[in-house]
């Protein structure tokens, strides 16, 4: 049986037991869930970086953000909440829309 010690969707272990396998899981106290979304980030924003296309790029933009809100959750905060830390941000010091790249400051 493989192992894999990796944080899943929450309908994994239904998709896995109609798919007729075994398997194993445990849920998570808090400041383990949050240590595994930001491994799971980091997975996820590597495979964003493979992509080639842009579907494949969207499907792991899409699970960039879900693990965003699951982590908005544990830090009982909001979508809105972040939403407007990134708009008085941006409002600041801009987006990334532009892609300015600096090279150097004298």
Not at 24 to 38: F, N, Y
Not at 52 to 60: C, P, S, T, Y
Not at 69 to 84: G, K, M
């Amino acid at each position: 049986m493989p192992v894999y010690n990796k944080l899943v969707r929450d309908l994994i272990p239904q998709v896995i037991q109609k798919s007729g396998s075994k398997f194993t899981t445990r849920i998570l106290d808090p400041s383990e869930h949050l240590t595994e979304i930001k491994n799971k980030l980091s997975e996820e924003v590597k495979e964003f970086q493979e992509t080639m296309n842009q579907q494949d790029a969207l499907e792991e933009l899409a699970d960039i953000l879900e693990l965003i809100h699951a982590a908005l959750s544990i830090h009982d905060a909001t979508f809105e909440e972040l939403e407007n830390i990134r708009l008085a941000k941006k409002q600041k010091r801009g987006g990334f829309k532009e892609g300015i790249y600096l090279i150097e400051v004298d």
